[in-house]
């Protein structure tokens, strides 16, 4: 059956086509990795002052703050409440010269490979008892540092891919069958990454490809086309006041060299606190004391809700909602992910039997107050398998029986 006329065709995102994906946490040694962790995931992870203190990384799953889950979890009453999650890894710090095996080197470069996305975190504080592997205080060359060595690392990789492909496809000459073809399109497609990353020196998720190429970039788990966080470590008293000299030097670098980045001012020392506190009375009088100190222009909140969140978002990760009396959770997808796919994160037999979607909106189901207003109101749809389930969607999918072998 030949295929519709002006069908959209759908292009692939960098990345791994999953939704168990992780941010990995990566800097210079010393610029408040594992204590920025330990404020995440209430982890008690080593954060001595020493280089390579964080040597094999730590992991852990932080939920994902929505006021729409907590909606629903009072609106429900369930027995079982299931948050979204973001899975972290503490990387150990790199060096200058990682790339060529300087301080633990490629073992920490193997570590980035792994994860999806990264926190960049860099410093901006000055404490004479926290030493500085370059010696002193300037975050715009450290970020320079990171990212050097990150692209060199894949610069090693991609000539030796170029290398390994130019003989096979020296081999097969010209003509060649559709196999054939295939190798020397992902040849051409790979020496094209190669000039981008090592000739222009530009990171693959700066890039514009087209389909094809994205989906042989994805094949090699490139450490430059990962997404990037940057998250800046202030003083209490900067982060205070929301004033920091480096800030304005570290926002113009990164509108440079990497524009549409984010960027997440935050305290190491006031997350650190605020972790050690029980009570959120406790946290909430610690940061206006804080904030009348310091002369704060605006009411201080911890800046951890919006980094989970960013770095959740940075994966092209969404979730959908399922929700009664007996649970409230929030499934994983990545975006553009189609109904039967969404439930086979439930159940893979949801996916292989799907029949249709009964799909709610939240902002429906919250302004109207119950199920049957909005059934009531015709917002109560059902979906079919070609339905793009979309952030925040509340759904029940119903399934067929799947006939087993005999």
Known sequence: MPPKKNAVVEKPMLGRPSNNL??????????????????????????????????DP????????????????????????VAAYLTCVDIAGLVKGASEGQGLGNAFLSHIKAVDGIFHLTRAFEDADI?????????????????NELRIKDVEFLTKQVETKKKDVARIGKGGNAADKA???????????????ANQNRDVRDGEWTGKE?????????ITAKP???????????????????????????????????????????ENKLSMMESQQEKLDYLKSLGEEHQSPSPLVSALPKIIVTGYN??????????????????TIRKNTKAPQAAGTIHTDFEKAFVMAEVMKFDDLKELGTEAAVKAGGKYRQQGKEYVVLDGDIIYFKAGQIQKKK
């Not at 190798?183 to 981008?196: A, L, P």
């Not at 969404?318 to 959770?329: A, N, Q, S």
């Open 183 to 197: 190798k020397k399109e992902e040849f051409e497609i790979i020496s094209k990454v190669h000039d981008w990353v």
């Open 58 to 81: 730590s992991e852990a799953r932080v939920n994902v703050p929505d006021e729409r889950f907590e909606w629903l979890c009072n609106f429900y009453k369930p027995a079982s409440k």
């Open 214 to 222: 994205i989906e042989v970039i994805n094949s090699l788990f490139l």
């Open 22 to 55: 992780k941010m990995g946490i990566v800097g210079l040694p010393n610029v408040g990795k594992s204590s920025f962790f330990n404020s995440l995931t209430n982890s008690a992870v080593p954060s001595e002052n020493f280089p390579f203190c964080t040597i």
């Open 131 to 147: 030493t500085h592997v370059e010696g002193d205080v300037n975050p715009v060359r450290d970020l320079e540092i990171i990212h």
């Open 314 to 331: 940075a994966l092209q990760l969404i979730y959908f909602f399922t929700g009664g009396p007996d649970e409230v959770r929030a499934w």
């Open 228 to 270: 990037v966080v940057y998250l800046v470590n202030l003083s209490e008293r900067d982060f205070a006041r929301k004033k920091n000299k480096w800030l304005p030097k570290i926002k113009q670098w990164i509108d440079e060299h990497h524009p549409g980045d984010l960027l997440i001012p935050f305290s190491g020392i006031v």
